[in-house]
């Protein structure tokens, strides 16, 4: 069989998952959270009035202008967007063994990398789809927003750095694949996720933030110190370490793996 | 490719499989002919699923190996799985895809022609619901999509886990004509597991019966059939034991004693010989109060011989 047919199988399932439209649905409330911090940045009297999350909104630093707005969305994109992946990713592949079908994907006439390889590219497909989603639907709301602050080299520079934070965190995806097949299901991928990103904190906030692989997005979007523009080679080592390791791992495990489900 | 007719098509060698304590397959010899319906019989947790997910290299033995169509069963090799269908365990299918999707997506990993998917539906008679998603099928109908999961590649080989699990009588019988035709007419081997022993014992040519992990025994249908014993269960008042001494003097070799009924005999292989057993108690003088020829059924026997109660 060709890749192209597992590739084509795996298409279907992620199109006819409620999953993935629910993941289009939940990324999409980002840029309208964005909108109602603008909001109440901009207008705090009147949010105090309603309630709102105006304490809050003073304590992030935030101003209704458009670098702020796009510091935001370059956050919701890096860590946020981190965590959606992981989700991602353990229902792609979890799924198998969730829904008991691992069992019938594993004795084909089709090399098992290849479900593995099929599985990361649709991954990677909808991730893309996710994430520039987003970002129109964040700048088309900055846009009827009237922020100020606008300039065409600003946006262009936010979304490029969004771009990257996304293409970083989908780096560190197959390792989460790979935490998915070993635990068979969707829990330990989603533990070990939660996980990565409270130590990638911890880590941001020492120096050695550019070695540790979860550090790496909250570095360069600036949630410690000022963002980072170009990554030191160590880092981009250590991301390009870590996808090679997480394909690996995860291939090996469905290949070599007693597959009892 | 079609095998020479003789030819074996599943063959394990001391086959073993452990974890950690537990010895799941202890050193399993089998040899499975073309054409053949090769019933795998054993109470739940006899070593059934694990030996069929062997032969399917989705677990590796821990000892032993596995040959299916000529070619070594090695976990993570394509090898021979173009020419095998299989179901095993429980049925399995994406819940949110429709009957065809599902078979859609095996019929591509396959390489079966595109006609094979309504081919699949019909023999299965699927056809009501191959546009309903697999998630809202009855188990019944779950267990009909993943038999036609099984054949729709039409393979030389299909290796069936419990392939009668919650289908209905009229679905039970079905099933079995379906692999009786495909054993018959097109030359493919059947390894089927179950603990019903009926399901086996109408269908398959040869049986095999394992208990904890080992081969207990392996017989043909008729050969079976005949191992389902016949016996005469003696009671007398009095001196049971008088009553066995009595029987042997009078050339009835086997008898038992019922550990749980002191005062009933059983003797083996003397259904039609009531009459003469009678004779002998009663003109000793002993009072006979039970005399009842016994045919043992086949679950008795397998219960006997898997270490149940019978």
Redesign the interface.
């Known amino acids: 069989m060709t890749f192209a047919s597992v590739l084509s199988t795996e298409f279907l399932k992620l199109r006819r998952s409620k999953v993935t439209w629910g993941s289009l649905a939940g990324i999409s409330l980002g840029p309208l959270a964005m909108a109602l911090f603008m909001w109440i940045v901009r207008e705090p009297g009147r949010a105090a009035q309603l309630g709102l999350l105006g304490t809050k909104a003073d304590l992030s630093g935030l101003s209704a202008t458009w670098p702020s707005f796009l510091s935001v969305m370059t956050m919701l994109v890096g860590v946020g967007g981190l965590l959606l992946l992981a989700f991602i990713v353990a229902y792609v592949f979890g799924r198998e063994y969730a829904e008991g079908t691992a069992k019938n994907m594993l004795a084909l006439p089709v090399g098992r990398e290849w479900f593995v390889v099929a599985k990361l590219v649709v991954v990677a497909a909808w991730w893309l789809v996710l994430v520039v989603a987003v970002l129109v639907e964040a700048l088309v709301i900055g846009m009827a927003l009237g922020l100020p602050g606008f300039s065409v080299g600003l946006v262009a520079s936010a979304v490029g750095n969004a771009l990257l934070a996304a293409g970083i965190a989908y780096l560190l995806a197959p390792v989460v694949a790979w935490i998915t097949i070993l635990g068979r299901g969707y829990l330990p991928p989603l533990a070990f996720a939660l996980a990565s990103l409270a130590l990638g904190d911890v880590f941001t906030h020492t120096g050695w933030a550019r070695w540790f692989p979860y550090s790496i997005v909250p570095l360069l979007i600036g949630m410690v110190g000022k963002p980072v523009t170009v990554l030191p080679p160590g880092s981009l080592m250590v991301l390009a370490l870590t996808f090679a390791a997480g394909v690996t791992a995860a291939i090996l495990q469905v290949r070599h793996a007693d597959n009892t489900q | 490719m079609t095998a020479a007719p003789d030819m074996t098509v599943i063959s394990t060698r001391a086959l073993t499989k452990r974890y950690h304590d537990v010895l799941a397959v202890d050193g399993l010899a089998l040899d499975v002919r073309r054409g053949e319906i090769y019933g795998f019989l054993g109470r739940n947790g006899a070593g059934k699923t694990t030996t069929i997910?062997m032969l399917?290299?989705?677990?590796?033995p821990t000892g032993g190996e596995v040959s299916v169509l000529g070619r070594r069963i090695v976990?993570?090799e394509?090898g021979v799985?173009?020419r095998?269908g299989?179901l095993?365990?429980?049925a399995?299918?994406?819940?949110?895809?429709t009957v065809r999707?599902n078979l859609?997506?095996?019929r591509?990993?396959?390489?079966a022609p595109g006609a094979a998917v309504a081919q699949a539906i019909g023999t299965l008679r699927l056809d009501e619901y191959a546009d309903r998603l697999a998630g809202k099928l009855s188990l019944g109908n779950k267990q009909r999509l993943s038999l036609a999961?099984a054949i729709l590649h039409k393979p030389d080989v299909l290796m069936l886990d419990e392939p009668a699990n919650a289908l209905d009588p009229a679905g039970i019988v079905e099933i079995r004509d379906l692999l009786r035709t495909l054993a018959d007419e097109q030359g493919v081997t059947v390894f089927m597991s179950s603990h019903i022993l009926g399901e086996v014992a109408h269908l398959a040519d040869r049986i095999g019966i394992i208990n904890d992990g080992r081969l207990l025994e392996e017989l043909d249908r008729e050969e079976l059939q005949a191992k389902a014993r016949a016996y005469v269960e003696v009671r007398v008042s009095g001196d049971p034991a008088r009553a066995e001494s009595l029987l042997r003097d009078a050339g009835f070799a086997h008898i038992e004693r019922d550990p749980d009924d002191p005062a009933a005999l059983r003797v083996p292989e003397s259904a039609d010989r009531a009459a003469e057993i009678a004779r002998v108690l009663v003109g000793a003088g002993l009072e006979l109060t039970g005399l009842t020829p016994t045919h043992e059924d086949l679950e008795t026997y397998f219960l006997r011989l898997t270490g149940g109660v019978g």
């Open positions: 997910r399917l290299g989705l677990i590796r976990p993570g394509t799985f173009g095998i299989f095993v365990e429980s399995a299918a994406y819940p949110n895809l999707e859609e997506i095996q591509r990993l396959t390489g999961r």
